[in-house]
């Protein structure tokens, strides 16, 4: 037999070839030192084992040196073989596991059926290789939405999870920009409007009952919060409630800004159960978030609680998009139906669903188009 055109056998291609410098390197100390393991071969001359050093003998021109497996769990050989000399990842074992999920138990097809009857189980393989079953889910799910990142968690270069965070990104970009589309040919509502605006210039075209929003919380953006209690002053009617919700980490600074030029009310809380954004620099879990309260004047409204909570963010649309279901819970214990609610960091448009969902009147701004289109699109909808 040509050594070139030997076959492989299905199971020598569960773990990744050699590349680039490894492989080159590999050749260099095979045509220096000749072949020294072996190449092990099935009871059918099928290379089971030793794919690098067989393309690097026939690179270099060195002889190739085989040995017979005579058993029939080629398989589990092959694995316990390649474990024992690879020092691979958790990302990368369940690459392979994938790989060997629903291959016969012994890794043969040309024997009788009994000695295959059972084939390998996504959990038997995920055992196999020491890893999580739910690494070996993550690893398949990624394959099929994008198949792209297979070779690179093959190769070490990039982990399950972070694999499955593209996706999802993918994903949700994806989504957006379907949604946007389609938000682009909206007509303007009696009930609602959403500009593309910055709230430093932007002229409302009303006076609103409530502004209820959520400001970016990043340190960069501290200073818009206290823009955000200047403005409040013109777009509030008298005695018009201003609700911002916002992170801790800076909540001191907060306060002092925007007291300066707006009337501190209260503080409510707004639970978010199992949400676990750990706070390391602080060693804290929060486990709920502060809406602060400033009025514009003496408020006269419906009388509220001050515990309000959140079902599960929702990031698909946007990345620090907040649940419809905890924005309905600040809205309908808050505001009364035909009121007006302003939001001058829609996003994707969350505020604005739960306003015309509990029957407020609603008008929002964003500095992202794409954010406006989206929110139009949501808005559009539910009004529908």
């Known amino acids: 037999m040509n050594e070139s055109d030997r076959p492989y056998h299905e199971v ?7 590349q680039g410098a490894d492989f080159e390197a590999l050749k260099t100390d095979i045509k220096q ?10 009871r059918d001359g099928k290379i089971i084992d030793g794919r ?14 085989f040995r017979t497996y005579e058993k029939d769990d080629v398989l589990t050989f092959v694995i316990g ?20 999920a629903n291959m016969p138990q012994g890794g043969r097809t040309d024997i009788t059926p009994s000695a295959n009857l059972h084939k390998v189980s996504q959990p038997k393989a995920a055992s196999m290789l020491n890893v999580s079953p739910r690494t070996v889910a993550t690893v398949k799910a990624v394959e099929k939405e994008a198949p792209e990142l297979l070779e690179k968690m093959e190769r070490g270069e990039i982990t399950a999870h972070e694999a499955s965070k593209k996706v999802a990104e993918k994903k949700r970009t994806q989504e957006r920009k379907e949604i946007a589309d389609a938000g682009q040919s909206v007509p303007k509502a009696d009930k609602w409007n959403v500009w593309q605006a910055d709230i430093t210039t932007w002229q409302a075209p009303r006076q609103y009952d409530f502004i209820i929003t959520d400001p970016p919380y990043p340190k960069e953006y501290l200073p818009l919060y206290e823009v955000l209690a200047q403005r409040a002053n013109e777009w509030l009617k008298p005695g018009g409630l201003l609700i911002a919700m916002c992170g801790q980490s800076y909540l001191n600074q907060i306060y002092e800004m925007m007291s300066k030029h707006i009337e501190y009310y209260w503080t409510l809380a707004y639970l978010t159960p199992g949400q676990s954004a750990s706070l390391w620099q602080k060693n804290v879990i929060p486990k709920w978030k502060p809406l602060l309260v400033f009025a514009n004047g003496k408020y006269s409204g419906k009388m509220f609680g001050d515990v309000y909570e959140s079902g599960e963010n929702s990031k698909e649309l946007h990345k620090w998009g907040q649940s419809e279901s905890g924005m309905f819970d600040v809205i309908s214990g808050i505001c009364l139906p035909g009121q007006y609610i302003l939001d001058p960091f829609c996003g994707a448009g969350t505020t604005g669903v739960a306003a015309i969902k509990h029957g407020c009147l609603f ?9 406006v289109n989206i929110s139009k699109g949501r808005i559009n909808d539910e009004t529908a």
């Open 33 to 42: 030192n000749g072949l020294l393991e072996p190449i092990w071969i099935d």
């Open 81 to 100: 073989l390649n474990l024992h000399r690879r020092h691979l990842n958790e990302t990368q074992r369940a690459v392979v596991a994938s790989k060997i």
């Open 12 to 18: 020598s291609s569960i773990f990744p070839l050699m």
């Open 52 to 65: 690098n050093r067989h393309r690097a003998c026939l690179d270099t021109g060195t002889p190739v040196k």
């Open 363 to 371: 008008d929002g701004i964003d500095l992202d188009q794409d954010n």
